[in-house]
């Protein structure tokens, strides 16, 4: 999995010429898992929904505009940037969770269609709208699956959705107020490369939609998973495409009538697409341990310590592995800061090609959720953001400077 140039471009060259850390997106990556997604549904009426949370980059999104996307947004702000992208508010769902019911207004007044979650909001938004806007609702099938408890969002316990043992209460409220629910929606969280998974929360979600007449669509939101390592696969594309298909058409049939099939990947079209580079700062040979300090920290790229989550690491300055080190990766924040997790979610060690200070270290799988989730912890800057296409690396997002950090401070 190490790579040490995107589309022809080294790294190196890469982290010199706009400065590190730095996250850098390959845009043949997007369009090339764009045509993956497609390809495994080729006999079925599919919309991709971009769940833009994963990387909300305005260039991103152009780019994902060009394709034929559409976007999955949790919030007016992603909402406002969708729409800063050129897309309209049709093109874009609105999928909150918990949210104050002017947001629902917001997203009506843009177009989007949204996706309730909760009875209360439901019935808010039948007095409102009644049938003149239609809607989709938020299912939650009581299905557990996903790679970390954290990302697992359609079992029991879990905060989103309305509960697939609520039908009778939404039914209520749906003939009351007579409100126009054209599409079912379910998620069941993320890094799921099970097919079966995807099948049991469809058959869930199938059953309970013979009672709703009206429906246009079925989303079976996203959650693919995607390969950390050389050794992981990720998942099979056109297994999921053919089990949640077949199961889609089969359903169809029984319906009466052919719906359209949404799906909503997020880390699926952008996770491989991004790179963070970093500079070694240190090599700490300690009695124990060699450490590598890195001019990043958890504040760029908190998945690790967040979820005890895996990214690839390699030295991109240091093509030749006849002299490796096992090296624990740490970050320059003031807290237990560590990048190498190993895949059971423990902290470890790397083996990586030699390194020296001033090297470049990169980081796979980052182009999801690794800038969006990025936070000013310690002060410290936002990186600078990179896009390369077509052989050409374009600045898509400048380097914080101190005037970021103080612009809505009142002193």
């Not at 874009?92 to 918990?98: C, D, L, Q």
């Not at 039914?171 to 409100?179: D, E, F, K, S």
């Not at 997790?341 to 270290?361: A, H, P």
Request: charge should be negative; glycine fraction near 8%.
């Amino acid at each position: 999995m190490a790579y040490y140039s995107i589309q022809g471009i080294p790294l190196t060259t890469l982290a010199k010429q706009f400065g590190t850390p730095l996250y850098v997106y390959n845009a043949d990556k997007i369009r090339e898992k764009i045509s993956v997604l497609r390809s495994a549904f080729d006999d079925i009426s599919l919309s991709i929904k971009y769940a833009c949370k994963a990387n909300t980059n305005v260039s991103i999104l152009k780019l994902m505009l060009a394709e034929g996307v559409d976007l999955d947004v949790v919030s007016p702000q992603e909402l406002e940037l969708g729409l800063l992208a050129g897309y309209r508010g049709d093109q874009i769902t609105f999928t909150p969770s918990g949210v104050e019911f002017e947001e629902i207004e917001f997203a009506v007044s843009k177009g989007a269609m949204v996706n309730l979650d909760n009875l209360s909001v439901l019935e808010k938004f039948g007095q409102q709208y009644g049938s003149s806007v239609p809607c989709l609702l938020r299912i939650k099938p009581h299905v557990f699956g996903g790679g970390n408890a954290k990302i697992m969002t359609a079992h029991p316990e879990s905060k989103f959705g309305i509960s697939i043992h609520q039908k009778a209460e939404i039914l209520a409220l749906v003939n009351q107020y007579q409100i126009k629910v054209i599409g079912l929606h379910q998620h069941t969280g993320s890094d799921i490369k099970d097919g079966k998974t995807f099948e049991q929360a469809a058959s869930a979600l199938f059953e309970f939609a013979k009672d709703f007449p009206d429906l246009e669509l079925m989303d079976l939101g996203g959650g693919f998973k995607v390969p950390y390592s050389p050794e992981d696969p990720g998942v099979n594309m056109q297994e999921i495409g053919q089990i949640m298909g077949n199961a889609f058409l089969k359903f169809c049939s029984h319906y009466g009538k052919e719906l359209k099939l949404w799906v909503e990947p997020g880390k699926f079209l952008v996770s491989e697409a991004g790179t963070l580079l970093t500079t070694a700062t240190v090599v700490k040979r300690d009695p124990i341990k060699t450490f590598v300090g890195i001019n990043s920290g958890l504040n760029h790229l908190i998945r690790p310590m967040m979820y005890g989550s895996y990214h690839y690491i390699f030295n991109a300055s240091n093509e030749e592995d006849i002299q490796q080190d096992a090296y624990r990766v740490v970050g320059n924040i003031c807290e237990t800061d560590t990048f190498s997790f190993d895949f059971e979610g423990n902290q470890n060690e790397r083996i990586l090609n030699e390194v020296k200070e001033g090297d470049t270290i990169a980081f796979a799988n980052a182009g999801a959720y690794g800038f969006t989730m990025a936070s000013h912890y310690n002060s410290r800057f936002l990186p600078a953001e990179v896009l390369v296409d077509q052989s050409e690396a374009k600045l898509i997002r400048k380097r914080d400077t101190l005037e970021d950090l103080v612009r809505n401070q009142i002193f």
